[in-house]
C-alpha cells in the first residue's frame, strides 16, 4: 500500500483522483473510482442546478460508501452559475470533499473550511498555488502544461512544475497533466507529490459515461493528437485535434486573429456534449491531454486502479534495488 498524504487526508486507499471533468464526472463513474480505492469526484456545472446535484450526490450515495467529492469550477461568465447554490446543496447533503478550481475560489474555500470540509484547489502556477496556500485550502492540485482542458499561460511541464512545488509549497500537492499509468504516478511521488490527478485516463474506462466511439477513439490516438486553441486569447485549452479544433487555430492565426465572437459556435459547449453523447469525434471541440498517447485499452475503474497500484509498487522496489549503500570503512 502506497501511503501519502493525500490518501490520509481524504481517506482512500490509492492516491489517485479522478479529476472532475464537464458532462464525464457523473455517479456512475465516480461511484467506480472510489469503490477501485482512488477518490472520485462529481463535477457540479455538469448537473443543470443545485438540486440536480443533490439527485447526483443521492445516486454515489447509494453505490459507494467510500468517499467521494465534488467539483466547482469558476468560469468566467456573462450569466454564472448558482456557485453558492451548488456549493450548499452539496454541504447539505453530507459531501466533506471538495475539488476547486477557476478564477476567485476565496469565497467558497472560505465556506467549505468554515463548514470541517476538505479543499483540493486546482492550479497552473506556483503563484496561484500560494495564494490558494494561504486562502487555507488542505490539498492542491498542480496542472501542468500537459494536462487537458486549460493549463494557463506560462506553458511550463510538469517536471519542472512539480518540482518547483516542492521547494515552494509548505501543504500537500498532487499532479495533474499527463499522467495514467503506474509508472506516472512514481514520477510524481519522486517529484514530491502526494498523489495524480487523471482526467482522460478516467474518460477511457467501462464506467466512463461517454460513447464508446470516443474511448475507441482515445485508444486509437497518439500524444501527437491534441492541440492547444483560444492561445490568441489569453485563455489557452487543450483538446482532441479534429476538424473543429483546427478550424479554430486557423481562425485564431489569421491576420487580424479572432474575437471570441468568431468562435462562438464552433467552441459550443453543446456541441462538445452532443460528442459525448452520439459518439462522433467530429461533432464539436472535446478536452483530451496528451496522455491519450499512453491509453492502449478501455478497462474497468476497479482493473485501472489496480493496475496503477501494483505497477507503482513494482517500480519503486525496482527502484530500491538499484540503490547500493556503499560500505563504510
Not at 486507499?13 to 472532475?20: A, E, I, L
Not at 455517479?27 to 473510482?33: M, Q, S
Request: glycine share 10%; hydrophobic share 40%; aromatic share 6%.
Amino acid at each position: 500500500m502506497i501511503s501519502t498524504p493525500l490518501t490520509e487526508i481524504c481517506g482512500v486507499r490509492v492516491p489517485v483522483v479522478q479529476g472532475g471533468m464537464q458532462w464525464v464526472g457523473k455517479p456512475e463513474l465516480v461511484a467506480a473510482v472510489s469503490n477501485a480505492g482512488g477518490l472520485g469526484i462529481i463535477t457540479a456545472l455538469t448537473q443543470p442546478n443545485p438540486d440536480a446535484l443533490r439527485v447526483a450526490i443521492r445516486e454515489t450515495r447509494k453505490s459507494t460508501d467510500k468517499p467521494f467529492g465534488v467539483n466547482i469550477t469558476l468560469l468566467p461568465s456573462i450569466n454564472p452559475p448558482d456557485y453558492e447554490g451548488y456549493a450548499r446543496a452539496a454541504v447539505e447533503e453530507g459531501v466533506k470533499i471538495f475539488e476547486t478550481a477557476g478564477n476567485s475560489p476565496g469565497k467558497l474555500i472560505k465556506y467549505f473550511k468554515s463548514e470541517g470540509c476538505i479543499v483540493i484547489h486546482k492550479c497552473t502556477t506556483i503563484r496561484h498555488a500560494k495564494s490558494a496556500e494561504r486562502l487555507g485550502v488542505d490539498i492542491l492540485s498542480i496542472d501542468g502544461f500537459e494536462c487537458a482542458g486549460h493549463p494557463g499561460e506560462d506553458d511550463i511541464g510538469g517536471v519542472v512544475l512539480l518540482a518547483r512545488a516542492a521547494q515552494e509549497l509548505k501543504i500537500p500537492y498532487i499532479a495533474s497533466g499527463g499522467f495514467a499509468d503506474g509508472r506516472g504516478l512514481v514520477s510524481a511521488l519522486a517529484l514530491g507529490a502526494a498523489g495524480v490527478n487523471m482526467g482522460t485516463r478516467f474518460m477511457c474506462t467501462v464506467e466512463s459515461p461517454i460513447h464508446q466511439n470516443i474511448k475507441e477513439k482515445i485508444v486509437a490516438s497518439t500524444e501527437q493528437d491534441t492541440v492547444h486553441i483560444f492561445r490568441t486569447l489569453r485563455n489557452t485549452a487543450r483538446v482532441f485535434k479534429n476538424s473543429v479544433s483546427e478550424q479554430v487555430v486557423a481562425l485564431e492565426r489569421r491576420p487580424g486573429g479572432a474575437k471570441f465572437e468568431d468562435l462562438r459556435e464552433l467552441v459550443s459547449g453543446a456541441r462538445g456534449r452532443v460528442v459525448y453523447e452520439n459518439g462522433d469525434p467530429e461533432y464539436g471541440i472535446w478536452s483530451a491531454g496528451i496522455s491519450v498517447g499512453l491509453i492502449r485499452d478501455i478497462p474497468s475503474c476497479q482493473e485501472l486502479v489496480a493496475r496503477i497500484e501494483k505497477e507503482a509498487e513494482e517500480v519503486i522496489a525496482g527502484m530500491s534495488r538499484s540503490v547500493k549503500v556503499s560500505s563504510k570503512l
